[in-house]
């Protein structure tokens, strides 16, 4: 399926390292193959790879556990790298993963996003014949599913960030109205304690929205 294309500052979005893609992939290729013949060399002796060969087919019955842990592994792997916002610099509160939804005509799928323990975005849910690329294999096909997952979880923050500046600019106008209910007077000097204490919050989330400093 065609890939959404998504704007805004990388370091706050999901990234895909295209190139250590590829050798991963390969590796998971050659570990795989490995472990079905059990001749030659293992390639990457301890390495955590999603179990895939050249022919791997994720549309295939039974394959969804393996596309939950192909991108298990590539954000555990830093072949996705985490969004850094606010408070969460390393990235470590943030989270994407596969869901497969079960029905009676072949299945649904989403990919969903958490952002610390109590928010999760999830994209809109689609057939699951409609995952990735329909004639890849292997490497190739698990390369189009991991576009997938990064373009559809940065479409979901994209969508969240539209819907809180609207909710920040709705908060700035309900403050002003606020501010100049005071008659042009030292809202300290009219203002209730509470509703100081909520003009100041809003201030602060309202900065906060655009990333000038983290909400109190």
């Known amino acids: 399926m065609a890939m959404p294309q998504v704007d805004g500052d990388a370091a706050r ?31 990457a002796p301890g390495e955590d790879l999603p179990e895939i060969d050249d022919t791997w087919d994720p549309l ?16 555990d792997s830093g072949i996705i790298s985490r969004p850094k916002t606010g408070a969460d610099q390393d990235g470590t509160d943030t989270d994407l993963e596969f869901e497969y939804i079960g029905d009676d005509d072949g299945g649904a799928y989403c990919f969903l996003v958490y952002l610390g323990p109590d928010l999760k975005l999830a994209s809109p849910s689609c057939e699951m014949r409609k995952l990735g690329e329909r004639e890849a294999r292997g490497a190739s096909a698990a390369a189009a599913i991991l576009h997938e ?44 304690a509470a509703q100081r204490e909520a003009l100041d919050m809003a201030a602060a989330m309202y900065r906060a929205s655009f990333g000038e400093e983290d909400a109190r």
């Open 13 to 43: 979005r999901f990234v895909l390292d295209e190139e250590k893609a590829r050798a991963w992939l390969a590796r998971a290729e050659a570990a795989t193959a490995f472990d079905l013949s059990g001749e030659g060399e293992d390639p």
């Open 60 to 75: 295939s019955p039974g394959n969804e556990i393996d596309i939950y842990s192909l991108v298990r592994c590539a954000v």
């Open 149 to 192: 997952a990064v373009a559809s979880a940065n479409t979901a923050l994209s969508a969240l960030d539209a819907h809180t500046v609207a909710r920040m600019d709705r908060l700035a106008a309900a403050a002003g109205e606020l501010w100049n209910s005071t008659g042009g007077h030292d809202p300290h000097d009219v203002l209730s």
